[in-house]
């Protein structure tokens, strides 16, 4: 399935070659996140699960991890708004609302409890003690 093409994105290519002027971007050209941008790396050890998941220009307030038996779901609301200054007369205002979720399995369980969240600079960090029974759904707070 990979091997598909995105037509949406073979269209807006061809209408930006052949007529850039007919097409407007956005003044900051970030476009919102897909989950695909969300890279995930996992690492195991016999006690935990670590999982590096790249969220670059997100606030950490905006990022959700819950957990649910041995499914981790990573969510994140994205706000980008242009901003100006006093003195400025708005002549175009962009702003772009959005969110974006990726989940998926490990082998065992979580242990709720002793599992932990960090974010810092783009990159959140988990980590993910195992547990051998289920327990329900339960939503991590992120340090």
Do not use: C, W
Request: avoid cysteine; proline fraction near 6%; charge should be negative.
């Amino acid at each position: 399935m990979s091997a598909l093409i995105n037509r949406g994105n073979l269209f807006d290519d061809f209408f930006r070659d052949i007529g850039p002027s007919y097409y407007v971007r956005p003044l900051h050209g970030d476009p919102l996140p897909s989950p695909a941008q969300i890279k995930v790396d996992i690492k195991e050890t016999p006690e935990a699960y670590t999982v590096h998941a790249e969220v670059p220009g997100v606030a950490k307030e905006d990022i959700h991890v819950v957990l649910d038996g041995n499914t981790v779901t990573l969510s994140a609301e994205v706000k980008q708004q242009d901003s100006t200054t006093k003195d400025e007369k708005v002549l175009r205002s962009e702003r772009y609302f959005g969110a974006v979720s990726r989940s998926f399995q490990l082998p065992v369980d979580i242990d709720r409890d002793a599992s932990k969240a960090k974010f810092e600079n783009g990159v959140l960090t988990l980590t993910l003690a195992k547990k051998r029974a289920g327990g329900g759904t339960h939503r991590l707070s992120i340090d």
